[in-house]
């Protein structure tokens, strides 16, 4: 006898996709993090290109999950805790469109979740400036090059990944204990 498991996908940008995907790949309930791009113009982007700022994709993770152990809300609620939604295209020392704040949801149920969560976040005046979070359908997701899949498990030792991931990661796993997968 087989479950009749609905998976879902969510496709998210929130800065580096390096860290986004270092994140999510921890949760209970996420089946699949893939790094990509999402919101530009032109087809089959390059890192190289998307990097330039100039093609209009966000550097996203593509989620798939199972809801009946982790909603889309919570998906959410572990993206606004881990990045700065209040920033313009910019995470950190990250700068560029391509680093944006952006939700790119998959369906009408999305939407209205990733809207309601916004409100009432502007409504606890969770931070001091408002979120710019972008909430956009998803056209098209494309796949990042190979060597940006698992970035952070593979490269843990790169400047970087000490300096910005692992911190993040740090501060994810304090706030987020009961969620994580156990190895």
């Known amino acids: 006898m087989t479950e009749n498991v609905s998976i879902e996908v969510a496709t ?7 860290c986004l995907e270092a994140v999510f790949d921890k949760l209970k309930g996420v089946l699949h ?9 032109i087809p089959n982007p390059t890192y190289k290109q998307v990097c330039t700022g100039m093609t209009g994709h966000a550097e996203v993770v593509q989620i798939t ?24 295209n910019r995470q950190g020392a990250d700068v560029g469109p391509q680093y944006r704040s952006a939700i790119f949801y998959h369906s009408d149920t ?11 976040l502007e409504a606890a005046r969770v931070w001091k400036s408002p979120v710019v979070t972008e909430v956009t359908p ?12 698992e970035y952070y498990e593979q490269n843990q030792q790169q400047p970087y990944c000490r300096a910005v991931i692992a911190p993040k990661l740090a501060k994810f ?11």
């Open 33 to 41: 993090v893939e790094s990509g791009y999402a919101g530009g113009t």
């Open 138 to 149: 998803l056209d098209v997701f494309y796949k990042a090059e190979d060597y940006h899949q």
């Open 12 to 18: 998210l940008g929130g800065g580096c996709f390096w």
């Open 65 to 88: 999950f199972d809801p009946a152990v982790i909603t889309f809300r919570e998906l959410l609620e572990v993206f606004f805790d881990t990045h700065d939604p209040t920033t313009l």
């Open 173 to 183: 796993t304090q706030h987020f204990v009961a969620r994580l997968k156990v190895d």
């Open 110 to 120: 999305q939407k209205a979740t990733a809207e309601d969560l916004i409100a009432e």
